[in-house]
T-cell receptor, first 116, second 113 residues
Framework: AQSVAQPEDQVNVAEGNPLTVKCTYS??????LFWYVQYPNRGLQFLLK??????LVKGSYGFEAEFNKSQTSFHLKKPSALVSDSALYFC??????????????FGTGTRLKVLA | SQTIHQWPATLVQPVGSPLSLECTVE??????LYWYRQAAGRGLQLLFY??????ISSEVPQNLSASRPQDRQFILSSKKLLLSDSGFYLC????????????FGEGSRLTVL
């Protein structure tokens, strides 16, 4: 089965500094990887995905992620953090499900705090 | 655009009472639908998913069940709630079955007392 791991429960960064939220994956075959953000008491919002192609994927709100096959990582990055980026971030991977479809497995989440 | 409605948004129920959470989607046909539970504001646990009417796959044996009576309706139920059923329940859909991401509803927060 496919899985993802988010090794950090929380990441603190100063406003204006670059941020990185880490994700590693364990998959058989080519991975389909995703990043989501969740604000308090809200549903998850899609940020970006890696299916194939360029290892650097650009997404919403200035976020990007770098796919690294040799390190089995898919870290989320942003060049300059904003206080409004403070939220809970999830990495996810697509896995094979029953009935000929797919299911999506999420990491445990990383809480990002951007300090003014 | 894809829209997902979840109802009710908040629910407080006593232990042993029944549960019904509803999810309806708009703007798409024949979507894959998913129920996730999030406990204590952290990780998401996949509960059920469905590829079509009457087709339900269960991920974790538990006190809950799911049904899909219509193409765009996905219902999460329980006959008797437990304290451990408390959590934030999220419905999601995937319109593009090949490569697409999930779109989530705004969630239903269940507190069992």
């Amino acid at each position: 089965a496919q899985s993802v791991a988010q090794p950090e429960d929380q990441v603190n960064v100063a406003e204006g500094n670059p941020l990185t939220v880490k994700c590693t994956y364990s998959v058989s075959g080519n991975p389909y990887l995703f990043w989501y953000v969740q604000y308090p008491n809200r549903g998850l919002q899609f940020l970006l995905k890696y299916i194939t192609g360029d290892n650097l994927v650009k997404g919403s709100y200035g976020f990007e992620a770098e796919f690294n096959k040799s390190q089995t990582s898919f870290h989320l990055k942003k060049p300059s953090a904003l206080v409004s980026d403070s939220a809970l971030y999830f990495c996810a991977v697509r896995d094979f499900g029953r009935s000929g479809t797919y299911k999506y497995i999420f990491g445990t989440g990383t809480r990002l705090k951007v300090l003014a | 655009s894809q829209t997902i409605h979840q109802w009710p948004a908040t629910l407080v129920q006593p232990v042993g009472s029944p549960l019904s959470l509803e999810c309806t989607v708009e703007g798409t046909s024949n979507p894959n639908l998913y129920w996730y539970r999030q406990a204590a504001g952290r990780g998401l646990q996949l509960l059920f998913y469905s590829v079509g009417i009457g087709q339900i796959s269960s991920e974790v044996p538990q006190n809950l069940s799911a049904s899909r009576p219509q193409d765009r309706q996905f219902i999460l139920s329980s006959k008797k709630l437990l304290l451990s059923d408390s959590g934030f329940y999220l419905c999601a859909q995937n319109r593009d079955r090949r490569t697409g991401e999930l779109f989530f509803g705004e969630g239903s927060r269940l507190t069992v007392l």
